[in-house]
């Protein structure tokens, strides 16, 4: 089955918070004691999305299939610790569920991001990824991202590096 790829509303805001705890856990919670990783998740609250979702500033896209939400990415206004070269956006998030990678899901995914980017008049597109995350970064780099910085992730009171990446669009 396909999902279906659609914008996300506000009466998603419950469903993405999930799938939004849900991934990260998925992808990274075995690298943290429980209780950084619980005051982290507890950031993606249900009134936290239900606040992106209404804000023009931000544009979130869903993956659907007939078991629930799948996939998200989300842009928003810069907030890396970087200077932009111009008109920028910010990809905040993009997770796909496991049983969901390497079937062209985050292929498409990312198709959203670049038009939605350019679509809002980005000159740039950024975003952050954990030094680890080799497949990540290599998903990026085949967009053409490039690393142009490092920033300080924080989960609970634990600190990661990322690397800071930026696509010319």
Known sequence: MTPLLRDAAPADAAACAALARRTFT???GHLYRPEDLAAFLAGHSEEGWRGDLTDPDYAIRVAETSDGLVAY???GPPSLPFEPRGAAVELRNFYVLAPWHGTG???ALMDWV???ARARGAADLYLSVFVDNHRAQAFYARYGFERI???DFRVGDHVDEDHVMRLAL
């Open 26 to 28: 998925e992808t990274f």
């Open 114 to 116: 670049l038009a939605a």
């Open 105 to 107: 899901l985050a292929r």
């Open 73 to 75: 990415a989300k842009l």
């Open 149 to 151: 910085g490092r920033y």
